[in-house]
């Protein structure tokens, strides 16, 4: 668990984060998608996500939440409006740590940052979508009391991978 003497802390992203950010995205999604997602997609998805694609990402809003720990950035996590509006009217889109500190309880608290930040948006529910095959994600998702409403599939390249829309009231 967390140690007794880390500073952790939930803020808003920076353009200065990009290149941090770039980082942590290529490694928190080939650790958790390969053998997954198609090699060359994964791939692909990766290169696009580059330090400027992240400047510009930050600077176009709010919606980009970072997780230092004794002013490491260790996570980030990206929220807005929900995709398909309904009952649930936020989405946490993305919340991705470094897999060293995957498991830990560090991921908690860019949930929660993001539960709040929705909640001042006065967006009520929340639903996250996550691929039934990234495990560790669906259980995380569950252990924070979020239930399975809806299920979808999406396809890349020539995997057909199935989503589970997790959601809260």
Same mark, same amino acid.
């Given at each position: 668990?967390?140690?007794?003497?880390?500073?952790?802390?939930?803020?808003?992203?920076?353009?200065?984060?990009?290149?941090?950010?770039?980082?942590?995205?290529?490694?928190?999604?080939?650790?958790? /998608?390969?053998?997954?997602?198609?090699?060359?997609?994964?791939?692909s998805m990766?290169?696009?996500?580059?330090?400027?694609?992240?400047?510009?990402?930050?600077?176009?809003?709010?919606?980009?939440?970072?997780?230092?720990?004794?002013?490491?950035?260790?996570? =980030?996590?990206? =929220?807005?409006?929900?995709?398909?509006?309904?009952?649930?009217?936020?989405?946490?889109?993305?919340?991705?740590?470094?897999?060293? /500190?995957?498991?830990?309880?560090?991921?908690?608290?860019?949930?929660?940052?993001?539960?709040?930040?929705?909640?001042?948006?006065?967006?009520?529910?929340?639903?996250?979508?996550?691929?039934?095959?990234?495990?560790?994600?669906?259980?995380? =998702?569950?252990?924070?009391?979020?239930?399975?409403?809806?299920?979808?599939?999406?396809?890349?390249?020539q995997a057909?991978?199935?989503?589970?829309?997790?959601a809260w009231?």
């Amino acid at each position: 668990m967390l140690g007794s003497g880390s500073k952790v802390r939930v803020r808003n992203g920076k353009a200065a984060d990009a290149a941090v950010l770039s980082d942590l995205f290529r490694e928190s999604w080939l650790f958790a /998608y390969r053998g997954i997602i198609p090699h060359l997609h994964l791939d692909s998805m990766v290169r696009q996500r580059t330090p400027e694609w992240w400047r510009t990402a930050v600077r176009s809003g709010d919606s980009t939440l970072v997780l230092e720990m004794s002013g490491k950035l260790i996570g =980030y996590a990206t =929220y807005g409006p929900a995709r398909h509006r309904g009952l649930h009217q936020g989405e946490i889109y993305e919340l991705y740590l470094d897999p060293v /500190y995957q498991g830990l309880g560090f991921g908690e608290h860019l949930f929660e940052g993001c539960r709040h930040a929705l909640d001042m948006r006065k967006l009520k529910g929340l639903v996250v979508w996550a691929l039934l095959d990234n495990t560790p994600a669906c259980d995380f =998702y569950w252990r924070r009391g979020g239930r399975p409403i809806a299920s979808a599939y999406t396809r890349i390249g020539q995997a057909k991978l199935e989503k589970v829309a997790f959601a809260w009231h």
